[in-house]
């Protein structure tokens, strides 16, 4: 048996909302996707981004229900460098989106900042911080 990692999925409350976050972080989801009941975006690498409203995981797990409590997954962006990860936070709150921690220089080497889609995941942007002297 071979497995292979294919794809993240997440349920959301609002199709167009979250496609719309997504689109603003560069996933290609395709025009009309926000109207959908179920919506993918290719990545590099070949992995997917898959979401799913609410009514449609119900479609086929009637018991389902959303979580409740604070998270306990994120998806890590790795943008370029450090001033696209302070411009993309400033972008993504500027729009309106929940900035859950500004952007910061982590003691693990990276500018690091994290911003909540519109069902509260998170999303964290990170890009390692320019060696000492560069």
Same mark, same amino acid.
């Given at each position: 048996?071979?497995v292979?990692?294919?794809?993240v /999925? !997440?349920?959301?409350?609002?199709? #167009? #909302?979250s496609?719309?976050f $997504? ?6 989801f395709? %025009? /009309?996707? %926000?109207?959908?009941p *179920? #919506?993918e975006a /290719?990545?590099?690498? &070949?992995?997917?981004l898959l ?7 119900r479609?086929? *797990?009637?018991?389902?229900?959303p979580?409740? &409590?604070? /998270?306990? *997954?994120s998806? #890590?962006?790795?943008c370029?460098?450090?001033e ?5 936070y400033?972008e993504?709150?500027g729009? @309106?989106?929940h @900035? %859950? ?5 982590a003691?693990?080497g990276?500018? $690091?900042?994290?911003? !909540?889609?519109?069902?509260g995941? @998170?999303v964290d942007?990170f890009a390692?911080?320019?060696?000492? @002297? %560069?």
């Amino acid at each position: 048996m071979t497995v292979r990692f294919d794809a993240v /999925g !997440l349920v959301v409350s609002d199709m #167009a #909302a979250s496609v719309t976050f $997504y689109r603003r972080l560069g996933f290609a989801f395709p %025009e /009309g996707a %926000e109207d959908q009941p *179920h #919506a993918e975006a /290719g990545l590099p690498g &070949g992995i997917r981004l898959l979401l799913d409203t609410e009514e449609t995981v119900r479609s086929f *797990h009637p018991a389902w229900r959303p979580p409740t &409590g604070g /998270g306990r *997954h994120s998806l #890590a962006l790795l943008c370029d460098t450090t001033e696209e990860v302070d411009a993309l936070y400033e972008e993504l709150t500027g729009a @309106g989106y929940h @900035g %859950e921690l500004k952007p910061w220089d982590a003691v693990w080497g990276q500018r $690091y900042a994290v911003v !909540l889609d519109p069902d509260g995941n @998170g999303v964290d942007l990170f890009a390692p911080l320019p060696a000492a @002297g %560069e």
